[in-house]
């Protein structure tokens, strides 16, 4: 029930084998290094495909995550620890190599299991924005669906939060300047999602034909949203992020446009129709700066597919609706208000009262039951590993989504691609 979705690659990684030499291994050790292992390889398997259910990754990544505890935490067995734990003292035995984004093929290593940690959040965080395409590209998508997707979204900007606010602060080292490690790339990941899960909740707020006002004030937090998430990107060098600043500007003018249409329409609404006038003027000058964006953001060569997106049916209903409202605002001051255009903009609603996402929070799961002070103490004779040369790795094999080719029959002509 909104419209196309720029996606990013996955990360891609190195096997990771989780082998030490330790002098005194028991079973539970054993256990430990053969369940860690086989762990992370089922959980990097299964985000490789947007079509599996959240059902089978939430519970696979939750359990890496519990496998990997005792190394980014201390295992304390006093019940008086309150907060946060300590640091665990086996953060530094491991070296985990992950490529980056916006960075191209090349691995970038670092000793240190909180960077694990993150990078692998990072990846289920973008599997569960693609699943939310995945599920919105279907033919005919339903109520329940859709509620689906605006779920999806709002989990994927609580891991995108979680991980700036409890793993980057732990790092070892600061993360290299436009990895998905930095702050900004994590801030544009968090309002992206949002503002694509107030799609759906514009989508269906313009379905069931509430009050033009908060259309309209949903419509303008969702701009604010993209063009932030546009704004925290603008640093990095063109090559490498002009296609999603493209793709979160046409987004921005978009719903820039819709805010203004509904802004029109409720003052109409209440006899100001030269304002009126004037905020339908507006909203024609935002659709006319989208559909130049999106014709640069097809042109674009980046990660994400090319696509045309002034050719989805949202992009087609929009431009009509406008001039369908602006015909009628004029037509009516002809023959009735005779009122002068103003100059100035209307100013739009800042705040909208209902409707506004707020992500979904996560919480990083207690340790596995195979942690124990004993486990942890001989672990801590471990020699910790060299660091490996670096090297480029081929992208992820993800598998393929469906895309629906048909028109939706809802008003709003919303699909998510």
């Known amino acids: 029930m909104a419209h196309w979705f720029h996606r990013n690659n996955l990360k891609a990684t190195t096997t990771q084998k989780f082998e030490f030499k330790i002098s005194n291994p028991t079973d539970a050790t054993r256990k430990l290094c053969s369940d860690l292992k086989l762990s992370r390889h089922r959980l990097l398997d299964l985000i490789r495909n947007a079509n599996n259910t959240s059902d089978s990754i939430e519970p696979a990544f939750l359990s ?18 309150v907060g946060r734990p300590n640091l665990s003292k086996l953060r530094n035995i491991l070296v985990f190599k992950w490529t980056h984004t916006l960075l191209g093929t090349h691995t970038f290593s670092s000793a240190d299991s909180v960077y694990e940690a993150a990078n692998i959040s990072v990846n289920v965080g973008l599997w569960y924005m693609k699943h939310a395409a995945m599920i919105a590209a279907k033919d005919d998508i339903t109520m329940d669906e859709a509620k689906n997707v605006h779920s999806m979204l709002r989990r994927a900007a609580g891991i995108f ?27 544009a990941y968090v309002n992206q999602c949002t503002a694509e899960a107030q799609e759906v909740t514009v989508a269906r707020a313009m379905e069931l034909k509430h009050n033009a006002s908060l259309i309209s004030a949903l419509a303008n937090e969702t701009s604010k949203l993209f063009l932030d998430a546009a704004n925290t990107l603008r640093p990095f060098k063109p090559e490498i992020s002009t296609q999603w600043i493209k793709y979160l500007e046409l987004k921005a003018a ?26 339908l003027q507006e909203s024609d000058s935002c659709l006319k700066k989208a559909k130049v ?41 002809g023959l009735i208000y005779h009122h002068t255009i103003p100059g100035e903009i209307p100013s739009l609603d800042t705040k909208a009262t209902f409707g506004l996402v707020s992500p979904i929070d996560f919480q990083m799961p207690s340790p596995n039951s195979i942690w124990n002070l004993g486990v942890y103490k001989i672990l801590l004779g471990i ?35």
């Open 64 to 81: 890496y995550l519990s496998l990997l505890y005792g190394f980014i935490w201390e295992i304390n067995t006093s019940e008086e620890h």
């Open 161 to 187: 939060t979680f991980v700036q606010t409890e793993f980057l602060p732990q790092l070892a080292n600061p993360p290299p300047l436009g990895s998905d490690l930095d702050p900004r790339l994590i801030n």
């Open 254 to 279: 978009f719903y820039q446009s819709y805010a203004y249409n509904y802004c029109g329409a409720n003052l109409l609404g209440m006899d100001k129709c030269g304002e009126a006038i004037r905020a």
């Open 293 to 333: 964006l999106c014709q640069e953001y097809g042109k674009t060569n980046g990660p994400a597919p090319r696509v045309k997106p002034d050719q989805h049916t949202v992009f087609k209903r929009l431009a009509p609706t406008v001039k369908l409202t602006l015909d009628k605002c004029n037509r009516e001051n």
């Open 383 to 417: 020699t910790p590993a060299k660091t490996e040369k670096e090297q480029d790795l081929p992208p992820v094999k993800e598998e393929t989504i469906h895309q629906s080719s048909k028109e939706p029959k809802n008003e709003s002509g919303c699909v998510l691609q």
